[in-house]
């Protein structure tokens, strides 16, 4: 990495070049470590990104994510067996009332 920064013998880069290493933007990696999600220093009008706890942040975003989504999935399957078991109560009561109907109307005419 360009003008690589040792601090207390961490090593940090500026955060454009860390927003590169990653795959964000220069603004997303300031966000980041001004809200203390990520190890940053603000020297004079520069930031700088201490890459291995970006790396821990983006990895361990990555496992929330894919918890996440396997709970969201979870509910989707549970909210589609309750909602069939409830269309196919509705579809069971629909019949009988039409069955009901037909008799009533076949005893009223015939």
């Known amino acids: 990495m ?8 961490i090593e940090f880069v500026p955060a454009g070049a860390a927003g590169k290493h990653f795959g964000y933007s220069r603004d997303y990696m300031l966000t980041l470590a001004r809200e203390g999600k990520i190890d940053g220093q603000k020297i004079g ?5 201490q890459l291995g ?7 361990d975003a990555k496992i929330v994510r894919e918890e996440r989504k396997q709970q969201i999935s979870y509910e989707r399957k549970v909210e589609l067996k309750t909602h ?6 509705v579809s069971t ?3 009988v009332l039409e069955t009901a109907a037909v ?5 009223l005419i015939g």
């Open 2 to 9: 360009s003008q690589t920064l040792t601090i207390d013998g």
């Open 45 to 49: 009008h520069r930031w700088y990104i």
């Open 53 to 59: 706890s970006a790396e821990k942040y983006f990895h």
């Open 84 to 89: 069939a078991a409830v269309r196919s109560r």
């Open 93 to 95: 009561r629909s019949v």
């Open 103 to 107: 008799i009533a109307i076949s005893l």
